[in-house]
C-alpha cells in the first residue's frame, strides 16, 4: 500500500520560505500525477498544486508565481517550493495523487505569522 509522509513544515514570517517534502512508498511514484493541498479549520480541503507525469504543473491562482512544485523519481518524493509566504498560505498541506484517491497522511503544518 501508497504511504505518504509530508514533512518541511514550520512557523515562518510572511514573506519568508519554506520547502516541503513529500515521501512516498509502496507504489509506481513516477507515472502518477501528484498533488500537494492544504486545509485549514475554516475551509475544506483544497488543491494547492499538481505536478504530471511528463513535468506539466499547475497551480491555484493564489499561489502561483510564488509556490513550485517539483518531483524527484529517482527516490520518489514530491517537493513543494514556497516563497513569499502570506498569512494565508497557513494551513496543514498533505500529498496525495492527483485527483487524490489514497489516505491522507499526516500532513505538516505551515504558520506564517510575525
Known amino acids: 500500500q501508497v504511504q505518504l509522509v509530508e514533512s518541511g513544515g514550520g512557523l515562518v514570517q510572511p514573506g519568508g520560505s519554506l520547502r516541503l517534502s513529500c515521501a512516498t512508498s509502496g507504489g509506481p511514484f513516477s507515472i502518477n500525477a501528484m498533488g500537494w493541498y492544504r486545509q485549514t479549520p475554516e475551509k475544506e480541503r483544497e488543491l494547492v498544486a499538481a505536478i504530471f507525469s511528463g513535468g506539466r504543473t499547475n497551480y491555484a491562482d493564489s499561489v502561483r508565481g510564488r509556490f513550485t512544485i517539483s518531483r524527484d523519481n529517482a527516490y520518489a518524493t514530491l517537493y513543494l517550493q514556497m516563497n513569499s509566504l502570506k498569512p494565508e498560505d497557513t494551513a496543514v498541506y498533505y500529498c496525495?495523487?492527483?485527483?487524490?484517491?489514497?489516505?491522507w497522511g499526516q500532513g505538516t503544518q505551515v504558520t506564517v505569522s510575525s
Open positions: 496525495n495523487l492527483y485527483p487524490y484517491r489514497l489516505p
